[in-house]
T-cell receptor
Framework: NAGVTQTPKFQVLKTGQSMTLQCAQD?????MSWYRQDPGMGLRLIHY???????DQGEVPNGYNVSRSTTEDFPLRLLSAAPSQTSVYFC???????????FGQGTRLTVV | DAKTTQPNSMESNEEEPVHLPCNHS???????IHWYRQLPSQGPEYVIH???SNVNNRMASLAIAEDRKSSTLILHRATLRDAAVYYC????????????FGTGTSLTVIP
């Protein structure tokens, strides 16, 4: 049972480039979410989804797009990367009605 | 979501109990109290949660004040592996689909 898998683990982008951070879970969880963590800070919610075809914005959604076409996958897209998006990104999933969320190992993104 | 206040850092000797406090004076009646921890270079992991009564599990205990304005996470015997950042989070059971993290408490365990 892989849990929540994030790819890639590390990525360096140039300003203005686009990329997609992948997140997949094999637990059939309805809820999935993306967070970013900057140095010395807690996690901040970017976007979340309560099921396939349903997404919503969190605290810091600007500059990021998401979609949820399947239960398993919840990719995060950066359309035009900026240095302010340098951060560690975490994906999480949770089953409806349960409080325990499972987090991936994170993607460390550097935008130069 | 209501806010929580935690000390920035704490230290504990190995194999001694650790009490990690959390203040949440604006908690509402439907807010659950959750604790997660984040080990170095890893994603957060669930520790425990509760509503009104004290809770125990294999990892820790959660003591909730009678007025619910504060709570304490108790690690009964700290090990080196417990060195992590501990987050206290409130989530509304009815409308809070996701978690809002604060800056947490960084726990150092001294051998």
């Amino acid at each position: 049972n892989a849990g929540v898998t994030q790819t890639p683990k590390f990525q360096v982008l140039k300003t203005g480039q686009s990329m997609t951070l992948q997140c997949a879970q094999d637990m059939n969880h309805e809820y999935m979410s993306w967070y970013r963590q900057d140095p010395g800070m807690g996690l901040r919610l970017i976007h979340y989804s309560v099921g396939a075809g349903i997404t919503d914005q969190g605290e810091v959604p600007n500059g990021y797009n998401v979609s949820r076409s399947t239960t398993e996958d919840f990719p995060l897209r950066l359309l035009s990367a900026a240095p302010s998006q340098t951060s560690v990104y975490f994906c999480a999933s949770r089953q409806q009605g349960y409080t325990e969320a499972f987090f991936g190992q994170g993607t460390r993104l550097t935008v130069v | 979501d209501a806010k929580t206040t935690q000390p920035n850092s704490m230290e504990s000797n190995e194999e001694e109990p650790v009490h990690l406090p959390c203040n949440h004076s604006t908690i509402s009646g439907t807010d659950y109290i959750h604790w997660y921890r984040q080990l170095p270079s890893q994603g957060p992991e669930y520790v425990i949660h509760g509503l009104t009564s004290n809770v125990n599990n294999r990892m820790a205990s959660l003591a909730i004040a009678e007025d619910r304005k504060s709570s304490t996470l108790i690690l009964h015997r700290a090990t080196l592996r417990d060195a992590a950042v501990y987050y206290c989070i409130l989530r509304d059971a009815g409308t809070g689909n996701q978690f809002y993290f604060g800056t947490g408490t960084s726990l150092t365990v001294i051998p």
